[in-house]
């Protein structure tokens, strides 16, 4: 059974920096693309960013370009997102899921349960 499990959420203020970990099991971890999601209150889920199997190609929401980064270390089973110059908008659940390279949900066959942050102004 695939399970994935963030960490790492919680509230901050503006400015502060978080770093959200996924801990992945019950498949080949490095057989496939990992990416992050967020869903604010009363609003769909979004794209946030993705990584490839390997960790040599990402792709980031325009909204967090330049501010979050993905990583995965395929030796632990791990994804990662470090989030710096967090900013109220931010506010948000953060899911981590496991599928295909791409900013596409549907392409993302498990799903974590999330992990709420909240930056306050």
């Known amino acids: 059974q695939v399970q994935l499990v963030e960490s790492g959420g919680g509230l901050v203020q503006a400015g502060a920096s978080l770093t959200l970990s996924c801990v992945a099991s019950?498949?080949?971890?490095?057989?496939?693309?990992m990416g992050w999601f967020r869903q604010a209150p009363g609003k769909e889920r979004e794209f946030v960013a993705s990584i490839n199997w390997s960790g040599g190609w990402t792709l980031y929401a325009d909204s967090v370009k330049g501010r979050f980064t993905i990583s995965r270390d395929n030796a632990k089973n791990m994804a990662y997102l470090q989030m710096v110059s967090l900013k109220p908008e931010d506010t948000a659940v953060y899911y981590c899921?496991?599928?295909?390279?791409?900013?596409?949900?549907?392409?993302?066959?498990?799903w974590g349960q999330g992990t709420q942050v909240t930056v306050s102004s």
């Open positions: 019950g498949r080949t971890f490095n057989n496939y693309a």
């Open positions: 899921a496991s599928g295909l390279y791409s900013t596409s949900a549907g392409t993302y066959d498990y």
